[in-house]
């Protein structure tokens, strides 16, 4: 059974950076496209970004710039930089794989506040 499960998030004031991490285990997911998403109070869930062996990563334009993907296999862990968040980016951030199903954590909030 895949469970991922995210942390790192808090609040941080505008300008700051915080490092989400996610944790997967169940399977090798070193070939799998992994995926990063955020939803915020009353709008539609977001893919903020991407990374998979053969695609590389991508990024939503909002954060292009500012937000960065990366991936330890050895660790099972990906990961999400976030440097000069703006209040916009306030969300909780989920993190998302697709093997035989669609797996999701259970998100970490981030409020990007004054």
């Known amino acids: 059974q895949v469970h991922l499960v995210e942390s790192g998030g808090g609040l941080v004031q505008p300008g700051g950076s915080l490092t989400l991490s996610c944790t997967a285990s169940?399977?090798?997911?070193?070939?799998?496209?992994m995926r990063w998403y955020r939803q915020a109070p009353g709008k539609q869930r977001e893919l903020v970004a991407h990374?998979?062996?053969?695609?590389?990563?991508s990024y939503t334009d909002s954060v292009k710039g500012r937000f960065t993907v990366s991936k330890d296999n050895t660790k099972n862990k990906f990961y999400l930089q976030m440097h000069n968040l703006e209040p916009e980016d306030t969300a909780v951030y989920l993190c998302?794989?697709?093997?035989?199903?669609?797996?999701w954590g259970q998100g970490t909030q981030v409020t990007v506040s004054s």
């Open positions: 998302d794989v697709y093997t035989t199903a669609d797996y």
């Open positions: 169940g399977d090798d997911f070193r070939d799998y496209l």
């Open positions: 990374i998979g062996s053969l695609i590389g990563t």
